[in-house]
């Protein structure tokens, strides 16, 4: 099972920042937080991760708590481009581990 | 750099065919996932793959689903026998052997009739 939690669906406007919650009480020390997107009917696609420090990269931010136990995705800009199913995920850092992935979010980005 | 390559993109079976799904890694990837989407639903992981071994089977079916990834050419998944219920998006992600970040394939979307 995903040890993650999130909403279901959540709207922004285009133009507007986007903030996805993600809930992971139960991360584990060593595990990291990623983050992966799904529009429609294409394959997932790799946004960001991270321990435990705030992350920026080309495509968003990612704010982890102090504790660890949530997180936050920020596309800066959305754009109707970036309508998906984002998937909050924990994983330890061991290349042999398979991505389990949860629902997600669905993020519909409105004109 | 090509990123992971599936084929066919779209298949179609009548119950009782076969299905043999292709995925060919990113250049250098040794390692290869195979993960189902059913209808409206999250991805679920199959099996993890390197060249002539299979590390991880944990969510294969344990009957008519088999997967190979030779030392030459393209990992496979084959599904004999199909039923309807295998109709399903089934994606192949890659990676190396140092990087712990995988990079999916456009999928295969395979319809039963």
């Known amino acids: 099972d995903a040890k993650t939690t999130q909403p279901t669906s959540m709207d922004c406007a285009e133009g507007r920042a986007a903030n996805l919650p993600c809930n992971h009480s139960t991360i584990s020390g060593n595990e990291y937080v990623y983050w992966y997107r799904q529009i429609h009917s294409q394959g997932p696609q790799y946004i960001i991760h991270?321990?435990?420090n705030n992350e920026t990269n080309e495509m968003a931010s990612l704010i982890i708590t102090e504790d660890r136990k949530s997180s936050t995705l920020i596309l800066p800009h959305a754009t109707l481009r970036d309508t998906a199913v984002y998937y909050c995920?924990?994983?330890?850092?061991?290349?042999?581990?398979?991505?389990?992935f949860g629902k997600g979010t669905r993020l519909h980005i409105l004109p | 750099n090509a990123g992971v390559m599936q084929n066919p993109r779209h298949l179609v079976r009548r119950r009782g065919q076969e299905a043999r799904l292709r995925c060919s890694p990113m250049k250098g990837h040794s390692h290869v996932y195979w993960y189902r989407q059913l209808p409206e639903e999250g991805l679920k992981f199959m099996v993890y793959?390197?060249?002539?071994?299979?590390?991880?089977e944990s969510g294969m079916p344990k009957e008519r689903f088999s997967a190979e990834f030779p030392k030459e050419g393209p990992s496979i998944l084959r599904i004999q026998q199909v039923v309807r219920g295998d109709s399903a998006a089934y994606f192949c992600a890659s990676s190396t052997a140092l990087s712990y970040e995988q990079f999916f394939g456009p999928g295969t979307r395979l319809t039963v009739l």
């Open positions: 793959l390197q060249k002539e071994n299979i590390i991880d």
């Open positions: 991270g321990l435990k």
């Open positions: 995920i924990v994983r330890s850092p061991n290349r042999d581990d398979k991505i389990i």
